[in-house]
C-alpha cells in the first residue's frame, strides 16, 4: 500500500513530525511507500534541498520507499531544474506540487496567469510526470467569516465554490496546453470536484486522477461544534455532512482514484492558539479506515486499486505490495487524535 500525500516536517519543523518518525508509522500501519510534500521549511525546490531530503530519509534506514515532490513556483529556472531533477532523480522525486491556492507554508501558485505560466513552461520542457495539485480558488474566499473561536467558520471562510472553481481552471489551463502528463488533483473535498474531473476523463484528451483524504471521507464540518473542533481545521475545509455522505459514496462506488492522508502533525498548541494551523496527524488511523471501506462493502480488489494499483498507474512505478497481508491498529503518538471526534 501507498500513501502519496504526507508532510513529514523535519528541519525547522522537526518539533511536529519527523521523517523517521513518519516513516516508522507507515511501516507499523502496513505502508510500502510514501510520498513526501514539499512545503516544509525551507522549501523543497531546488537541488540542494531535495538532495538534503533524500539523505536525510535515507539516513531513517527505513524499508519504506520515500518519495519526494518538489514544489513549482512562478520562476522559470527553478521549473527548469524542478524538471531536470526529475529526470535525473525519478522514480525518488515522484512528481510536482502545484499549490494553486494558499494552504500550510508559503509555497503558492495563486493567480490564474501564472498558473498558466507554470504549465506553459512544463508543457515547453516535455514534462510528462505528475503534477498533484491542491486547488482553493483564493479569490473566493471570506476570510471576514472566519472567526477562531467559532471553528465551524473555517469552512464558510474557504467554501466549496472555492476548490470547485480552482479544479475548473487547472484541468482548462492543462488541457489548453495540451499538457502530456498527469494532473492529480489531491484531497477533493466536492461532488462538484469529482464531476468535472469525471467530464474531463470522457473526453480523454487530458490523464487526470483524484485522490480523497480519510478526513474527508468521514468527518464533517459539524463536528467542529464540539469542544477543542479547531482541532479538525483542515485546508481544504471539512464540508457539510451531506457533502461528506456524498464523498463517502462516490469513493465507493469508485469515481475516486487514490486514497490519501494528507497527514500534517502539529503541535497542539499551534492548533489551539495562533496561528491554528491547519492540518491533522492521520497515518496512525490508516489501517482502520481500510477496515471501514471493508465495513461498507469494498472489496479487496477495489482497496488494492485505491491504495496500490492506481497509485502505481499514475506515478508510472512499481512498488511492490508486500505489505498486503501485514495490519496494525495503531494508538496514536501524536498530541491529538482527529477521529476521537467521531466518538465523543
Known amino acids: 500500500m501507498i500513501d502519496p500525500h504526507v508532510h513529514l516536517r523535519d528541519w525547522k519543523q522537526s518539533n511536529k513530525e519527523t521523517i523517521c518518525h513518519g516513516l516508522k508509522i507507515a511501516d507499523m500501519v502496513g505502508l510500502d511507500a510514501v510520498f513526501e510534500m514539499p512545503n516544509t521549511d525551507p522549501l523543497i525546490i531546488d537541488k540542494k534541498t531535495v538532495l538534503q531530503r533524500i539523505k536525510l530519509a535515507d539516513s531513517c534506514k527505513s524499508k519504506i520507499f520515500h518519495g519526494l515532490y ?17 529526470n535525473d532523480l525519478f522514480p525518488r522525486v515522484v512528481g510536482f506540487k502545484l499549490f494553486a491556492g494558499p494552504s500550510t507554508g508559503s509555497l503558492a501558485v495563486k493567480d490564474y496567469g501564472h498558473q498558466k505560466f507554470v504549465f506553459r513552461t512544463l508543457k515547453k520542457l516535455n514534462f510528462k510526470g505528475v503534477v498533484a495539485v491542491h486547488c482553493e480558488d483564493e479569490p473566493l474566499f471570506n476570510p471576514n467569516k472566519w472567526n477562531p473561536q467559532v471553528p465551524i467558520t ?17 484541468l482548462k489551463i492543462a488541457e489548453d496546453f495540451k499538457f502530456e502528463g498527469n494532473v492529480h488533483i489531491c484531497h477533493v473535498s466536492t461532488p462538484e470536484s469529482v464531476e468535472e474531473i469525471e467530464n474531463i476523463r470522457e473526453k480523454k484528451r487530458l490523464k487526470v486522477s483524484c485522490g480523497i483524504t480519510i478526513h474527508h471521507a468521514i468527518l464533517y464540518k459539524q463536528l467542529m461544534k464540539k469542544p477543542n473542533g479547531i482541532l479538525l481545521k483542515v485546508n481544504p475545509p471539512l464540508r457539510d455532512l451531506e457533502i461528506q455522505q456524498k464523498m463517502f459514496q462516490l469513493l465507493l462506488d469508485n469515481k475516486i ?7 500534517a502533525p502539529h503541535q497542539l498548541v499551534d492548533k489551539l492558539r495562533e496561528p491554528y494551523s491547519s492540518g491533522i496527524p492521520a497515518l496512525q488511523f490508516y489501517q482502520k479506515f481500510i477496515n471501514i471501506l471493508k465495513e461498507n462493502g469494498m472489496s479487496d480488489d477495489d482497496i488494492d486499486d485505491l491504495t496500490h494499483n492506481n497509485i502505481n498507474k499514475i506515478f508510472n512505478l512499481n512498488i511492490a505490495n508486500t505489505h498486503k497481508k ?18 465523543n
Open 154 to 170: 473555517h469552512s464558510e471562510a474557504r467554501p466549496p465554490k472555492a476548490e470547485i472553481s480552482s479544479v475548473k481552471k487547472i
Open 257 to 263: 482514484d487514490v486514497i490519501e492522508t494528507d497527514h
Open 326 to 343: 501485514q495490519t496494525q491498529i495503531l494508538n496514536s503518538e501524536y498530541e491529538f487524535e482527529p477521529f476521537d471526534f467521531l466518538n
Open 70 to 86: 518538489i514544489g513549482l513556483t512562478i520562476h522559470k529556472k527553478q521549473i527548469i531544474e524542478a524538471v531536470k531533477l526529475h
